[in-house]
């Protein structure tokens, strides 16, 4: 029997999510009497319940901070357990959106351009306002760097600017994104292959925290999605490429919008959720491949050393 230790909850904004996706993970799993589960989440005591449990894997299903940074990764590789999704480094790359849209730039991956903005400094608001119209203009996307699930997200215009920056204060650092409309489109990658994509059509203003997560949000789910074999090929090896880039593992999702014929990379996660809602489960679906199937080939990749 496989011991699979489940770990979600957390410390982080998104510890609701990361419980309902253990609770659909553990109800699929339930169903192999192969599996001996525990669901843990990672406090004080962790390192002594994961001795005490002995697990032949950990399912790593935190988000956010703490989980999904590298910092429980860095726990499970000095234990020496191995554990799913991607590693230390990759983790830290892909959370940090400053760092991981470098690395985009550098390899002519094409991504919003931004500028990034300290509360540590004493700033004026008019000062901010202006060099944001020097390097890109508005609208603006607001963002806190190490943050998912569109956590402490803001659309807005020169007139709602500052009411939407003092938002952000816990953050300390946050990015100041030119803001792109066009179509809402994802992919996800598991096991280097390339899964599939899906367009979103937001009854919001755009694919928010609500959006994501709750079902009175009424988000449009569109699969297939209506674009040229060319296109479709172009932005599944956009995902790809990143994924490679960043050195992902198991499962990854990259959020792009579709403007002008061209793709823009917002961000990519290492560790997207497996709700009921969640976009991952629902593309896989379409390629025929079954939750319990997505959940198994999630867990085959587990390692350390990543």
């Known amino acids: 029997m496989d011991k699979v230790l489940i770990l979600a909850g957390g410390y982080s904004n998104e510890r609701e999510i990361s419980l309902i996706t253990a609770k659909s993970v553990i109800n699929e799993l339930k169903k192999n009497k192969k599996y001996k589960l525990l669901l843990i989440e990672p406090d004080g005591n962790f390192v002594k319940k994961l001795r005490k449990f002995k697990p032949n894997l950990v399912l790593n299903l935190l988000h956010g901070r703490y989980g999904e940074d590298g910092y429980i990764q860095s726990i499970l590789e000095s234990e020496k357990v191995k554990y799913t999704h991607s590693g230390v480094l990759s983790s830290s790359l892909a959370i940090d959106k400053e760092i991981s849209k470098k690395i985009f730039i550098k390899n ?46 803001y659309i807005c215009n020169k007139r709602n600017f500052k009411s939407n920056l003092l938002k952000l204060e816990k953050f300390k650092d946050i990015l100041i994104e ?9 992919a996800a990658i598991l096991s280097q292959k390339k899964l599939g994509i899906i367009e979103l059509k937001p009854k919001r203003k755009f694919y928010d925290y609500k959006a994501k997560y709750s079902s009175s949000a009424e988000t449009e789910h569109i699969i297939p999605v209506n674009l040229s074999p060319k296109n479709f090929n172009k932005i599944n090896t956009i995902a790809m490429k990143a994924h490679r880039l960043l050195k992902c593992r198991g499962v990854s999702r990259s959020d792009f919008r579709y403007y002008n014929n061209k793709f823009y990379l917002l961000e990519l996660n290492t560790q997207p959720g497996m709700t009921s809602l969640s976009l991952v489960p629902e593309i896989a679906k379409f390629k025929k491949i079954c939750f319990m199937e997505l959940i198994e080939e999630i867990m085959k990749d587990a390692s350390i050393d990543k």
Do not use: A, H, M
């Not at 030119?178 to 994802?186: A, T």
């Open 178 to 186: 030119k803001y792109i409309p066009g179509r809402e489109i994802q």
């Open 108 to 153: 002519n991956i094409l991504t919003p351009p931004y500028i990034k903005f300290s509360f540590k400094n004493n700033f004026k608001i008019q000062n901010v306002i202006k060099k944001i119209g020097q390097n890109f203009g508005f609208p603006v996307v607001l963002k806190p760097i190490n943050e998912g699930s569109s956590v402490g997200v």
